[in-house]
């Protein structure tokens, strides 16, 4: 008898999904999202995927996508670990639950709610975090579909549905501060190339911040200068390009990352009643800076000595 073919539409997916019952899919029609956004488990991070799946199988069914006009090729919507593991581990074929009727951006929607839901959020890159975060504040934000989706994404995951504002919502469910959220949500507004920067450490965060509110044009002008210098820029620099952003061009970006920082002066407080205990009354400014640049050398020579 052959084996019945289970597959969730859209409308099947916002209504219950306990009932269905997985199907295996040899590993070879599996294929990875396009321009998967999350980077894949490597090193001790898969080993331990690995054996896991060789003790106890894949216990949770990958989430697949039948794209339109595509023939025995499956897209990869939630799971690319457990199918990396799985071919490390040997195995011939996963468990699968298979989707339909999906726009590219439902599909972008249902990869990036389901690793933020199944990765803990320390787990992501900086650039991840972003991409993630957008889509999900988006589709949060809006009305609609994309909003029910969302909510279904998380029954699939067993995260409980919740009311409340969207930036709220979207703090509650990753731990993190709302300034930290808007932070993230300014970092997806930066090139790829300068979200590469950060992941690797030659940018910081709030560098990053203050560089995605320049205008893409103007984000290209100071990529191009930091990959030609290899130079690293700080905080207050990133904030003076933002000031100039208008008047922004290769001279001003080169004059803000190689001006010499004016030097910082200590400031040094003497009370009236240590002056007046070594002094006389009235003695001038003059003479009591040159004493104590005289007892200050003599002390420094006596420890020399």
Not at 84 to 109: D, F, I
Not at 275 to 291: G, L, Q, S
């Amino acid at each position: 008898m052959p084996r019945q073919r289970i597959s969730l539409g859209y409308d099947e997916m916002l209504g219950s999904t306990s009932n269905t019952i997985p199907i295996e899919l040899p590993l070879e029609k599996l294929v990875s999202f396009p321009n998967h956004p999350f980077k894949p488990y490597t090193a001790e991070r898969l080993k331990q995927l690995v054996g896991s799946v060789k003790l106890h199988g894949i216990l949770e069914p990958v989430l697949v996508w039948k794209r339109p006009k595509t023939r025995d090729v499956y897209t990869i919507l939630s799971g690319h670990n457990r199918v990396n593991a799985a071919k490390e581990a040997g195995l011939s074929a996963v468990p699968v639950r298979m989707m339909e009727q999906l726009s590219e951006a439902e599909a972008m929607l249902i990869v990036t709610e389901t690793n933020l839901h199944q990765r803990s959020f320390t787990d992501l890159t900086h650039s991840e975090r972003a991409i993630a975060i957008h889509a999900h504040y988006e589709a949060v934000k809006a009305h609609g579909k994309n909003r029910k989706l969302v909510e279904a994404i998380g029954q699939l995951c067993r995260i409980p549905s919740g009311n409340g504002r969207s930036i709220e919502k979207t703090c509650m469910e990753f731990g993190a501060s709302q300034g930290a959220i808007a932070r993230y949500l300014r970092i997806y507004a930066l090139l790829p190339q300068l979200r590469e920067l950060l992941d690797s450490g030659k940018l910081s965060l709030r560098a990053g911040v203050e560089l995605s509110w320049l205008a893409e044009e103007k984000q290209q002008l100071v990529l191009d200068k930091l990959m030609q210098t290899g130079k690293k820029i700080t905080e207050q620099q990133a904030k003076q390009l933002r000031e100039v952003s208008e008047q922004l061009d290769t001279a001003r970006i080169e004059k803000i990352l190689y001006e010499c920082a004016t030097p910082q002066l200590y400031k040094l407080s003497v009370t009236k009643e240590l002056i007046t205990r070594y002094f006389p009354e009235k003695t001038n400014r003059k003479e009591v800076a040159a004493t104590i640049e005289k007892a200050l050398a003599a002390y420094f020579e006596a420890r020399v000595i």
